[in-house]
């Protein structure tokens, strides 16, 4: 597997540097210095928390959240670090519809801004259903260095990918 999978899509000089940081095997430095410690957000019930906070502050008129929870099931392997799910039923005549958010379990142990991205990345697909520009102008919104924290969880997956160890 191409240990730059997760940054195929920057540029040439930028994927020449990241490779350069592997090959001296100061990926993990770097991270380390960036992103000194985790977070304590370890169970379903404070992850919930959480995301609501976020919400809250952010789209408080989007569709209420019926669940957060962390997912062993959701793999990077399929381009997902997280999942919004929205299920309508009918009730008697009635649509109810719920909105549910899953994240993946490696961000357990992840530097809390990497977990902040995925959550403000899928609270954006309650008003924005594609990855569009108003999408990512709304995850901007929610989180103003949300594209460099997008890049950084790249290095992150690729450090994990090729030492299998957080740093």
Known sequence: MNPLNYVEHYPHSLQQQVQRLIDEEKLGLY???????????????ALYAYVIALRSEFLRKSEPISRVSYDGKISDINDA????????????????????????????????????????????????????????ALCEKMEPSYHQLEFDVR???????LFGKVY
């Open 31 to 45: 991270l380390l210095k960036k992103y000194p410690t985790t977070h304590a957000i370890s169970g379903d019930k």
């Open 81 to 136: 670090l997280g999942l919004h799910r929205t299920t309508i039923k009918n009730h008697g005549g009635r649509l109810r519809s719920k909105s549910e958010i899953r994240i993946a379990t490696l961000f357990k142990t992840a530097p809390e801004p990497f977990l902040k991205m995925i959550c403000v990345h899928e609270l954006a697909h309650l008003k924005e259903k594609e990855h569009n520009k108003a999408f990512y």
């Open 155 to 161: 290095l992150y997956l690729t450090h994990l990918e």
